[in-house]
Protein backbone atom coordinates (compact mmCIF):
# COMPACT_ATOMS: atom_id res chain seq x y z
CA UNK A 1 0.00 0.00 0.00
CA UNK A 2 3.19 2.49 -0.13
CA UNK A 3 2.28 3.04 -4.08
CA UNK A 4 1.96 6.94 -3.93
CA UNK A 5 1.67 7.75 -7.41
CA UNK A 6 1.67 6.25 -10.89
CA UNK A 7 3.15 7.67 -13.91
CA UNK A 8 2.62 7.09 -17.22
CA UNK A 9 5.26 7.69 -19.76
CA UNK A 10 5.47 6.32 -23.48
CA UNK A 11 2.62 3.85 -22.10
CA UNK A 12 4.37 2.48 -19.71
CA UNK A 13 4.03 2.81 -15.67
CA UNK A 14 6.59 3.85 -13.20
CA UNK A 15 5.02 3.16 -10.36
CA UNK A 16 6.81 5.71 -7.01
CA UNK A 17 7.05 4.63 -3.59
CA UNK A 18 7.05 6.76 -0.36
CA UNK A 19 10.51 5.08 -0.22
CA UNK A 20 11.31 7.01 -3.69
CA UNK A 21 11.64 10.44 -1.80
CA UNK A 22 14.14 12.20 -0.14
CA UNK A 23 15.40 15.45 1.38
CA UNK A 24 17.09 18.00 -0.36
CA UNK A 25 19.09 21.00 0.78
CA UNK A 26 18.02 24.48 -0.82
CA UNK A 27 21.29 25.66 -2.76
CA UNK A 28 23.86 24.37 -5.10
CA UNK A 29 26.73 26.56 -7.27
CA UNK A 30 25.61 27.41 -10.41
CA UNK A 31 28.40 25.03 -11.93
CA UNK A 32 26.97 22.54 -10.08
CA UNK A 33 23.29 22.99 -11.91
CA UNK A 34 23.35 19.12 -13.35
CA UNK A 35 24.81 17.16 -10.49
CA UNK A 36 23.47 14.65 -8.33
CA UNK A 37 22.13 16.33 -5.01
CA UNK A 38 23.04 14.14 -2.04
CA UNK A 39 22.27 16.19 1.43
CA UNK A 40 24.97 14.67 3.83
CA UNK A 41 24.78 17.46 6.36
CA UNK A 42 21.73 20.08 7.06
CA UNK A 43 21.69 23.68 7.18
CA UNK A 44 24.74 25.76 8.07
CA UNK A 45 27.08 24.97 11.30
CA UNK A 46 28.08 28.84 11.30
CA UNK A 47 25.23 30.51 9.75
CA UNK A 48 26.00 34.04 11.14
CA UNK A 49 27.13 36.13 7.86
CA UNK A 50 25.01 39.27 7.40
CA UNK A 51 24.95 39.29 3.67
CA UNK A 52 23.20 35.70 4.21
CA UNK A 53 19.54 34.26 4.35
CA UNK A 54 19.82 30.74 3.15
CA UNK A 55 20.04 28.67 6.47
CA UNK A 56 18.49 31.43 8.93
CA UNK A 57 16.44 30.17 11.76
CA UNK A 58 17.16 26.38 10.71
CA UNK A 59 19.37 24.24 12.97
CA UNK A 60 22.72 22.82 12.30
CA UNK A 61 22.83 18.89 12.14
CA UNK A 62 24.73 16.32 10.74
CA UNK A 63 23.33 13.36 9.33
CA UNK A 64 24.27 9.70 10.63
CA UNK A 65 26.53 7.64 7.61
CA UNK A 66 23.69 5.36 7.69
CA UNK A 67 20.82 7.84 7.04
CA UNK A 68 22.80 9.19 3.80
CA UNK A 69 23.76 5.78 2.39
CA UNK A 70 20.03 5.28 2.41
CA UNK A 71 19.79 8.15 0.27
CA UNK A 72 22.18 7.28 -1.85
CA UNK A 73 20.41 3.51 -2.07
CA UNK A 74 16.99 5.09 -3.20
CA UNK A 75 18.84 7.10 -5.66
CA UNK A 76 20.19 3.86 -6.85
CA UNK A 77 16.11 2.40 -7.17
CA UNK A 78 15.07 5.27 -8.81
CA UNK A 79 18.08 5.22 -11.50
CA UNK A 80 17.03 0.93 -11.78
CA UNK A 81 13.63 2.22 -12.38
CA UNK A 82 13.88 4.99 -14.94
CA UNK A 83 16.13 2.42 -16.57
CA UNK A 84 13.65 -0.33 -16.22
CA UNK A 85 11.26 2.19 -18.43
CA UNK A 86 14.06 2.56 -20.71
CA UNK A 87 13.93 -1.12 -22.03
CA UNK A 88 10.14 -1.62 -21.84
CA UNK A 89 9.65 1.36 -23.89
CA UNK A 90 12.01 0.70 -27.00
CA UNK A 91 15.10 2.82 -25.67
CA UNK A 92 17.07 -0.31 -25.11
CA UNK A 93 18.59 0.93 -21.74
CA UNK A 94 19.66 4.55 -23.05
CA UNK A 95 18.30 6.70 -20.16
CA UNK A 96 18.60 10.13 -21.36
CA UNK A 97 15.29 10.02 -23.52
CA UNK A 98 13.63 8.72 -20.47
CA UNK A 99 15.23 10.47 -18.15
CA UNK A 100 14.18 14.29 -20.11
CA UNK A 101 10.39 12.77 -20.14
CA UNK A 102 10.74 11.89 -15.68
CA UNK A 103 12.30 15.56 -15.50
CA UNK A 104 9.77 16.91 -17.24
CA UNK A 105 6.44 15.31 -15.63
CA UNK A 106 8.55 14.29 -12.20
CA UNK A 107 6.50 12.54 -9.48
CA UNK A 108 8.38 14.51 -7.03
CA UNK A 109 11.85 16.93 -6.50
CA UNK A 110 13.81 13.70 -5.33
CA UNK A 111 12.92 11.96 -9.25
CA UNK A 112 13.44 15.11 -10.62
CA UNK A 113 16.78 15.39 -9.22
CA UNK A 114 17.92 12.23 -10.24
CA UNK A 115 16.19 12.57 -13.58
CA UNK A 116 18.36 15.59 -14.35
CA UNK A 117 21.80 14.13 -13.09
CA UNK A 118 20.78 11.45 -15.60
CA UNK A 119 20.13 13.31 -18.55
CA UNK A 120 23.44 15.40 -18.10
CA UNK A 121 25.32 11.94 -18.03
CA UNK A 122 24.97 10.93 -14.92
CA UNK A 123 28.59 11.30 -13.62
CA UNK A 124 28.60 14.61 -11.08
CA UNK A 125 27.84 14.55 -7.76
CA UNK A 126 27.42 17.31 -4.88
CA UNK A 127 27.23 17.06 -1.14
CA UNK A 128 24.55 19.36 0.69
CA UNK A 129 24.46 21.99 2.80
CA UNK A 130 27.15 24.66 3.25
CA UNK A 131 30.33 22.81 4.89
CA UNK A 132 30.70 19.65 4.52
CA UNK A 133 34.08 19.24 5.74
CA UNK A 134 32.55 19.44 9.39
CA UNK A 135 31.86 15.52 8.87
CA UNK A 136 34.71 13.52 10.62
CA UNK A 137 36.94 12.69 7.80
CA UNK A 138 36.68 8.52 7.99
CA UNK A 139 32.64 8.94 8.32
CA UNK A 140 32.93 11.36 4.84
CA UNK A 141 35.63 9.25 3.35
CA UNK A 142 32.94 6.42 3.69
CA UNK A 143 30.00 8.02 2.29
CA UNK A 144 32.24 8.97 -0.50
CA UNK A 145 33.55 5.92 -1.38
CA UNK A 146 29.91 4.07 -1.15
CA UNK A 147 28.36 6.52 -3.39
CA UNK A 148 31.42 6.01 -6.09
CA UNK A 149 30.33 2.01 -5.28
CA UNK A 150 26.52 2.28 -5.69
CA UNK A 151 26.78 4.52 -8.93
CA UNK A 152 29.72 4.15 -10.31
CA UNK A 153 28.77 6.58 -13.25
CA UNK A 154 30.14 9.32 -11.09
CA UNK A 155 33.58 10.53 -11.75
CA UNK A 156 33.30 14.26 -9.73
CA UNK A 157 32.39 14.50 -6.29
CA UNK A 158 32.25 18.48 -4.79
CA UNK A 159 30.73 19.54 -2.23
CA UNK A 160 30.76 23.28 -0.13
CA UNK A 161 33.62 24.25 2.82
CA UNK A 162 34.76 26.53 4.98
CA UNK A 163 38.37 27.66 5.13
CA UNK A 164 38.33 27.65 8.86
CA UNK A 165 37.40 23.97 9.14
CA UNK A 166 39.47 23.64 6.05
CA UNK A 167 42.44 24.82 7.90
CA UNK A 168 41.39 22.70 10.70
CA UNK A 169 42.24 19.46 9.34
CA UNK A 170 45.46 17.78 8.42
CA UNK A 171 46.83 17.61 5.51
CA UNK A 172 46.70 14.12 5.30
CA UNK A 173 42.79 13.92 5.88
CA UNK A 174 42.23 16.10 2.96
CA UNK A 175 44.41 13.96 0.78
CA UNK A 176 42.40 10.35 2.22
CA UNK A 177 39.20 12.39 0.83
CA UNK A 178 40.92 13.24 -2.47
CA UNK A 179 41.72 9.43 -2.80
CA UNK A 180 37.90 8.83 -1.43
CA UNK A 181 37.00 10.85 -4.50
CA UNK A 182 36.44 14.23 -3.48
CA UNK A 183 37.04 15.99 -6.35
CA UNK A 184 36.63 19.37 -5.96
CA UNK A 185 35.53 22.21 -2.86
CA UNK A 186 33.42 25.35 -3.01
CA UNK A 187 34.65 27.93 -0.55
CA UNK A 188 32.68 31.40 0.06
CA UNK A 189 35.98 33.55 0.58
CA UNK A 190 33.73 36.05 0.20
CA UNK A 191 36.54 38.61 1.17
CA UNK A 192 40.07 38.80 1.92
CA UNK A 193 39.84 41.97 3.37
CA UNK A 194 39.74 41.44 7.54
CA UNK A 195 38.06 44.68 8.83
CA UNK A 196 35.32 43.66 6.51
CA UNK A 197 35.24 39.70 7.15
CA UNK A 198 34.61 40.76 10.45
CA UNK A 199 32.08 43.70 10.39
CA UNK A 200 29.96 40.81 8.31
CA UNK A 201 30.33 38.23 11.01
CA UNK A 202 32.20 35.51 8.41
CA UNK A 203 33.70 33.92 11.70
CA UNK A 204 37.19 33.80 9.40
CA UNK A 205 40.23 35.96 8.68
CA UNK A 206 42.19 36.12 5.64
CA UNK A 207 44.76 33.85 7.60
CA UNK A 208 42.29 31.72 7.85
CA UNK A 209 41.02 31.59 4.33
CA UNK A 210 44.52 31.29 3.18
CA UNK A 211 45.35 28.59 5.63
CA UNK A 212 42.52 26.96 4.52
CA UNK A 213 43.07 27.44 0.94
CA UNK A 214 46.50 26.27 0.16
CA UNK A 215 45.89 23.28 2.28
CA UNK A 216 42.79 22.00 0.06
CA UNK A 217 45.30 23.29 -3.09
CA UNK A 218 48.08 21.08 -1.50
CA UNK A 219 46.37 18.12 -1.51
CA UNK A 220 45.19 17.56 -4.64
CA UNK A 221 41.44 18.75 -4.55
CA UNK A 222 40.17 21.25 -6.99
CA UNK A 223 39.25 24.66 -5.13
CA UNK A 224 36.67 27.08 -6.09
CA UNK A 225 36.60 30.12 -4.04
CA UNK A 226 33.52 32.48 -4.44
CA UNK A 227 34.05 36.58 -3.78
CA UNK A 228 31.01 38.69 -3.12
CA UNK A 229 31.69 42.23 -5.72
CA UNK A 230 29.65 45.16 -3.79
CA UNK A 231 30.20 43.64 -0.42
CA UNK A 232 33.02 46.23 0.57
CA UNK A 233 30.12 49.00 0.40
CA UNK A 234 30.83 52.53 0.20
CA UNK A 235 33.10 52.36 3.32
CA UNK A 236 35.01 49.50 2.39
CA UNK A 237 35.28 48.84 -1.38
CA UNK A 238 38.53 49.44 -2.34
CA UNK A 239 40.17 47.70 0.83
CA UNK A 240 37.87 44.92 -0.58
CA UNK A 241 38.78 44.60 -3.60
CA UNK A 242 42.59 45.27 -3.19
CA UNK A 243 42.75 42.31 -0.12
CA UNK A 244 40.64 40.33 -1.62
CA UNK A 245 43.26 39.99 -4.30
CA UNK A 246 46.27 38.99 -2.10
CA UNK A 247 44.59 36.82 -0.25
CA UNK A 248 43.75 34.81 -3.36
CA UNK A 249 46.41 35.41 -4.93
CA UNK A 250 48.41 33.91 -2.37
CA UNK A 251 46.22 31.01 -2.26
CA UNK A 252 46.39 30.47 -5.87
CA UNK A 253 42.70 28.66 -6.54
CA UNK A 254 41.88 26.52 -9.32
CA UNK A 255 38.81 28.44 -9.84
CA UNK A 256 37.56 32.25 -8.94
CA UNK A 257 33.84 32.81 -8.92
CA UNK A 258 32.20 36.31 -8.26
CA UNK A 259 28.51 37.45 -7.60
CA UNK A 260 27.52 40.63 -6.40
CA UNK A 261 25.85 41.85 -3.29
CA UNK A 262 22.07 41.11 -3.24
CA UNK A 263 20.59 42.07 -0.32
CA UNK A 264 17.18 40.65 0.78
CA UNK A 265 14.90 40.15 4.12
CA UNK A 266 16.18 37.84 6.27
CA UNK A 267 19.60 38.87 6.21
CA UNK A 268 20.76 41.03 8.77
CA UNK A 269 22.89 43.47 6.36
CA UNK A 270 19.03 44.14 5.27
CA UNK A 271 19.00 46.31 8.70
CA UNK A 272 22.04 47.25 8.50
CA UNK A 273 21.15 49.35 4.93
CA UNK A 274 17.69 50.53 6.89
CA UNK A 275 19.77 52.15 9.70
CA UNK A 276 22.25 53.77 7.11
CA UNK A 277 25.00 51.58 8.30
CA UNK A 278 26.05 49.66 5.27
CA UNK A 279 25.78 51.76 2.02
CA UNK A 280 25.24 49.85 -1.32
CA UNK A 281 27.35 50.53 -3.78
CA UNK A 282 25.72 51.36 -7.51
CA UNK A 283 27.06 48.67 -10.16
CA UNK A 284 28.82 51.37 -11.78
CA UNK A 285 30.90 51.52 -8.33
CA UNK A 286 30.76 47.66 -8.41
CA UNK A 287 32.23 47.16 -11.35
CA UNK A 288 35.24 49.60 -10.81
CA UNK A 289 35.67 47.34 -7.26
CA UNK A 290 35.68 44.89 -9.67
CA UNK A 291 37.92 46.13 -12.11
CA UNK A 292 40.77 46.77 -9.37
CA UNK A 293 40.44 42.97 -8.25
CA UNK A 294 41.21 42.13 -11.64
CA UNK A 295 44.35 44.16 -11.90
CA UNK A 296 45.77 42.92 -8.66
CA UNK A 297 45.28 39.24 -8.92
CA UNK A 298 48.93 37.43 -9.22
CA UNK A 299 47.45 33.87 -9.64
CA UNK A 300 46.79 31.07 -12.66
CA UNK A 301 43.28 30.69 -11.83
CA UNK A 302 40.46 30.99 -13.94
CA UNK A 303 38.08 33.57 -13.22
CA UNK A 304 34.36 33.27 -14.09
CA UNK A 305 31.51 35.42 -13.31
CA UNK A 306 28.62 32.97 -14.25
CA UNK A 307 26.18 34.28 -11.67
CA UNK A 308 23.34 35.99 -12.93
CA UNK A 309 23.58 38.87 -10.31
CA UNK A 310 26.74 40.02 -12.33
CA UNK A 311 26.66 42.93 -14.18
CA UNK A 312 28.88 41.13 -17.32
CA UNK A 313 28.54 37.88 -17.20
CA UNK A 314 31.01 37.95 -19.61
CA UNK A 315 34.23 38.32 -17.80
CA UNK A 316 35.95 35.12 -18.10
CA UNK A 317 39.22 33.66 -18.60
CA UNK A 318 42.60 32.20 -17.57
CA UNK A 319 44.69 33.99 -15.61
CA UNK A 320 47.52 35.83 -15.85
CA UNK A 321 46.83 35.77 -19.66
CA UNK A 322 43.46 36.69 -20.14
CA UNK A 323 43.94 39.46 -17.51
CA UNK A 324 43.62 42.24 -20.30
CA UNK A 325 40.64 40.65 -22.10
CA UNK A 326 38.91 40.77 -18.94
CA UNK A 327 39.84 44.41 -18.14
CA UNK A 328 39.03 45.79 -21.82
CA UNK A 329 35.31 44.02 -21.42
CA UNK A 330 34.95 46.79 -18.25
CA UNK A 331 36.54 49.28 -20.27
CA UNK A 332 34.02 48.70 -23.20
CA UNK A 333 31.18 49.37 -20.77
CA UNK A 334 32.96 52.09 -18.76
CA UNK A 335 32.85 54.00 -22.45
CA UNK A 336 29.46 53.69 -23.70
CA UNK A 337 27.86 56.55 -23.05
CA UNK A 338 25.25 57.33 -19.93
CA UNK A 339 22.57 56.30 -21.42
CA UNK A 340 23.79 53.00 -23.22
CA UNK A 341 25.06 52.60 -19.76
CA UNK A 342 21.59 52.99 -18.10
CA UNK A 343 19.87 50.79 -20.56
CA UNK A 344 22.30 47.90 -20.20
CA UNK A 345 22.04 48.17 -16.61
CA UNK A 346 18.42 47.86 -16.80
CA UNK A 347 18.27 45.15 -19.17
CA UNK A 348 20.24 43.07 -17.53
CA UNK A 349 18.20 43.52 -14.51
CA UNK A 350 15.01 42.52 -16.29
CA UNK A 351 16.93 39.52 -17.46
CA UNK A 352 16.30 40.51 -21.51
CA UNK A 353 20.43 41.11 -21.91
CA UNK A 354 22.86 38.38 -21.42
CA UNK A 355 25.92 40.50 -22.86
CA UNK A 356 27.14 43.70 -23.74
CA UNK A 357 26.64 42.61 -27.69
CA UNK A 358 22.80 42.58 -27.08
CA UNK A 359 23.09 46.21 -26.51
CA UNK A 360 23.14 46.03 -30.66
CA UNK A 361 20.41 43.95 -31.05
CA UNK A 362 17.36 46.26 -32.05
CA UNK A 363 14.41 44.14 -30.39
CA UNK A 364 16.11 43.53 -27.29
CA UNK A 365 16.61 47.15 -27.34
CA UNK A 366 13.78 48.69 -27.51
CA UNK A 367 11.99 46.19 -25.23
CA UNK A 368 14.62 47.54 -22.38
CA UNK A 369 13.15 51.31 -23.50
CA UNK A 370 9.81 49.78 -22.98
CA UNK A 371 10.77 48.37 -19.48
CA UNK A 372 12.57 51.34 -18.28
CA UNK A 373 9.46 53.67 -19.49
CA UNK A 374 7.51 51.52 -17.01
CA UNK A 375 10.00 51.10 -14.31
CA UNK A 376 10.64 55.01 -13.87
CA UNK A 377 6.76 55.61 -14.42
CA UNK A 378 7.34 57.41 -17.46
CA UNK A 379 10.73 59.88 -16.82
CA UNK A 380 13.06 57.31 -18.03
CA UNK A 381 15.61 57.27 -15.16
CA UNK A 382 15.44 54.23 -13.77
CA UNK A 383 16.04 54.08 -9.42
CA UNK A 384 18.77 52.39 -8.15
CA UNK A 385 16.49 50.90 -5.18
CA UNK A 386 14.52 49.65 -8.34
CA UNK A 387 17.34 47.42 -9.80
CA UNK A 388 18.15 46.13 -6.36
CA UNK A 389 14.76 44.89 -5.62
CA UNK A 390 15.09 43.63 -9.21
CA UNK A 391 17.85 41.65 -8.26
CA UNK A 392 16.36 40.25 -4.91
CA UNK A 393 14.37 37.85 -7.63
CA UNK A 394 17.81 36.09 -8.59
CA UNK A 395 18.75 34.89 -4.92
S1 LIG B 1 29.12 30.27 6.19
FE1 LIG B 1 28.13 30.35 4.15
S2 LIG B 1 26.14 29.38 4.43
FE2 LIG B 1 26.95 29.84 6.48
S3 LIG B 1 26.05 31.83 7.00
FE3 LIG B 1 28.05 32.23 6.06
S4 LIG B 1 27.63 32.51 3.86
FE4 LIG B 1 25.80 31.54 4.77
Known sequence: MNSLKNMYLDGYKLKVENAHSLELGPIRPPSEAYSLLIRITRNCPWNRCKFCHIYKGQKFQLRSVEEIKQDILTIKAIQDKINELSWKSGYGGGVEEI??????????ETFRNVALWLYAGGTSAFLQDANSLIMRTNELAEVIKFLKQTLPSITRVTSYARSKTAAKKKLEELIELRKAGLSRLHIGLESGYDRLLQYMDKGVTAADHIAGGRKVVESGISLCEYVV???????????????????????????????????????????????????RLTDE?????????????????????????NLLQEIEGKLPEDKEKMLACIARFQALSPDERANFRVGRRVGIYSQLDDLYDIDKHQMVEQAIHKLSQGNNEVDEKVTYRLMERFI
Open 285 to 309: EILEEEKILIENLDCHSYFVSDHIT
Open 99 to 108: AGMVFNSSPN
Open 229 to 279: LGLGGRKMWREHAIETAKVLSEIDPDFIRVRTLTIKHGMPLYDEVANSNFI
